[in-house]
């Protein structure tokens, strides 16, 4: 492939090059072979939904203007979208439901490696789930409310517990419009009902559900992952860790996590550092064990154990690339099959553990959470043994690293703010009022190779702090941010504006707040309530001055993201377009009209100084609604 840089990152640069010259395919040149990519698909406009079709609809009106069955450009580009929303929302609320399985069989004492944590938030969970705690132990109380949690993703009617926690206001919309999710998996199973052949017709009423299921993703699948997760492995707190494909180690054995589910990295955190492993480790020439992570389970193992990041998405195949990865151990989610014909040119073992996700031609090691602590020993013990098998004359570690803090959550913000004997959020609520802060942002999302790695990220990041808004990041954009020195305080002085600068000065925080994994992005979710709760901004999501964007989205997951951000009040711009823009009525309900029923819309804009733009000026005219002072600093 051409050498052209593919990213601002220069580890990912290198060994782009290293790749180049041995003739080693990535993701990259993948992209670049698959150009001119489908038209009809990136409009939306292609439907396989029955075999009468495969149907699509010319765009510029000069063939076939609806389906065989008469399905418009509409219905089909809102069909098509939904079913994006369906396996998203199904991806975060099965991570959520293995993890209420975990607590489940925890509290029964049947799983080998695992303890409750996060006391105070399993009882502060049971309180508002009416589970009783009076002279009861913790297993019983973790194992009433892990039942509590799988009853939500079965439940026919109702409410989902979660969505109580919203505003009042907010709660009001989604009950207007029927939006109110009644069970996780209902809605999800809804989808596909829905948008078979000749049911629902009508986009709007399809994006209706579309809301709901993704509802039941942010507020239930997601939430439950991220609270569940604190009571088994514990509250994360801001934590020192380090950052890129330099944080392999040429004399160690380098075990690399990917993928999504912490039951298997967090114990894999215990595994690497048994003494009898360490033992035979030295037996086999290494120093040590390194364990590191790529994707969103290293950000769940970061923010509890300072786990080091070996990268984010369109990285993983480049940690192989280094000849230094003994063993890359994979789960569920965001794992390109690549992967198994590229370990092949080098000495790394790569394995599977999900019964959910397997590869041909991978070794699977199949986990279960009866047997965690043994099979994690069992992995770790295999990468040992391949340790001699490394190709010296192959390895090539980038010398790239980068310091970090990571690891704020909701809960962590009142201590932070509120300092030791007044928790509370008044400081950050004042700092808008007072317009030190103009606003907040939650930074989200993948990279895809549409995009220069990690560019857009990096770009709107540092354009909004210039602006003196707070950025909030989880997933891979977290991690871009952590390895551009964004996330350590010292970042405030050189990316931030005035007021942000002293915001940061007095708490000792960074401007860019690593927020933790995909489904944490119900963390922000939480701090937008708390915000609401402390006063003196309004009364609903969509009155505060905030936004959300992810400027290099690939997955299906940030459909699904994206959807519960904007109905829940966020105006959210997304750098890559909702493959919809075949249909124009769809397009302009989805980027327009939307904001009429939920308060928010989706804005698409490629260029991340004109998506900070359109949210500064977003900002500005909710800091305006409120009646708030002007920002302090100026433009
Ligand atoms: Fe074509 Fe309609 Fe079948 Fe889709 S559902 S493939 S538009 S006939
Ligand atoms: S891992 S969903 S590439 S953010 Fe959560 Fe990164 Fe996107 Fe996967």
Not at 36 to 56: I, T, W, Y
Not at 530 to 555: C, R
Request: proline share 5%; aromatic share 6%.
């Amino acid at each position: 492939m051409s050498d052209k840089e593919k990213s601002v990152d220069p580890a990912t640069n290198e060994i782009m090059n290293l790749a180049c010259k041995g003739e080693i395919e990535t993701v990259f040149d993948r992209y670049e072979e698959m150009e001119p990519e489908c038209g009809f698909g990136q409009l939306g406009v292609c439907c396989k939904n029955c075999v009468m079709g495969p149907c699509r609809i010319d765009p510029f009106g000069d063939g076939p203007t609806t389906g065989i069955c008469g399905a418009t450009a509409n219905t089909i580009a809102a069909r098509n979208l939904v079913r994006m929303v369906a396996a998203g929302a199904a991806a975060h609320s099965d991570h959520g439901r293995d993890v209420a399985h975990t607590l489940l069989i925890a509290s029964e004492g049947k799983t080998k490696g695992y303890e409750i944590k996060g006391e105070e938030k399993l009882l502060n969970l049971a309180k508002e789930m009416n589970v009783k705690t009076d002279k009861r132990k913790i297993e019983e109380i973790a194992h009433d409310v892990a039942e509590k949690c799988f009853a939500e993703f079965g439940q026919q009617h109702g409410e989902l517990q979660f969505t109580h926690r919203a505003p009042k206001k907010r709660q009001e919309i989604w009950k207007k419009f029927k939006f109110t999710p009644r069970g996780i998996d209902r809605e999800i199973v809804e989808i596909m009902h829905r948008t078979n052949i000749g049911v629902d017709n009508d986009y709007v009423n399809i994006l209706q559900q579309g809301i709901r299921a993704a509802l039941g993703d942010g507020w239930g699948g997601s939430m439950i992952a991220t609270d569940l997760q604190d009571v088994l492995f514990g509250m994360p707190k801001p934590i020192r860790a380090v950052s890129n494909l330099g944080v392999l180690k040429a004399d160690e054995v380098n075990i690399v996590v990917h993928g999504h589910e912490p039951t298997l990295s967090d114990i894999m955190v215990t595994a690497s550092q048994d003494k009898e492993l360490l033992e035979l480790a030295k037996q086999k020439g290494a120093k040590g064990i390194n364990l590191a992570g790529i994707c969103c389970t290293a950000n769940e193992i970061l923010m509890r154990h300072g786990i080091p990041i070996a990268g984010n998405f369109l990285q993983q195949e480049l940690a192989v690339i280094t000849g230094a990865v003994d063993l890359m151990l994979v789960d569920v989610q965001c794992v390109m099959p690549a992967l198994s014909k590229l370990a092949g040119c080098y000495h790394t073992k790569v394995v599977s553990t999900s019964p959910k996700a397997k590869f041909p031609n991978v070794e699977h090691v199949e986990f279960s959470e009866e047997e965690a602590l043994p099979i994690a020993k069992k992995i770790v013990r295999m990468a040992v043994e391949n340790y001699p098998k490394r190709k010296k004359e192959l390895v090539n570690i980038p010398k790239d690293k980068m310091e970090l803090v990571a690891g704020f959550t909701a809960e962590y913000v009142y201590h932070m703010l509120g300092g030791k004997y007044r928790a509370t959020y008044r400081p950050l609520n004042d700092a808008v009022i007072s317009g030190r802060l103009r606003g907040a942002v939650g930074i989200v999302g993948c990279n895809n190779p549409k995009i220069k790695h990690d560019w857009a990220h990096l770009e709107l990041t540092k354009a909004l702090l210039k602006k003196d808004v707070l950025v909030v990041t989880t997933g891979c954009s977290a991690l871009a941010s952590a390895k551009a020195g964004l996330l350590i305080p010292e970042a405030a002085k050189k990316y931030a504006g005035k007021g942000l600068q002293e915001i940061c000065e007095a708490v000792g925080c960074p401007p860019v707040l690593h927020m933790g994994a995909c489904v944490d992005i119900s963390r922000i979710l939480m701090v937008l309530c708390n915000v609401l709760s402390e006063g003196g901004l309004g009364e609903d999501i969509s009155d505060l001055p905030v936004a959300a964007a992810a400027p290099e989205w690939m997955s299906e997951k940030a459909v699904s993201i994206g959807f519960y951000a904007v109905a829940s009040g966020i105006y959210t711009v997304l750098g890559i377009p909702f493959p919809i823009l075949g249909g124009k009525e769809i397009t302009d309900f989805i980027t327009d009209k939307m904001e009429n029923v939920v308060g928010a819309k989706f804005g698409f804009e490629p260029d991340p100084i004109k998506a900070a733009d359109l949210i500064v000026k977003h900002l500005d005219a909710k800091r305006k609604a409120l009646k708030l002072k002007p920002v302090m600093y100026g433009e």
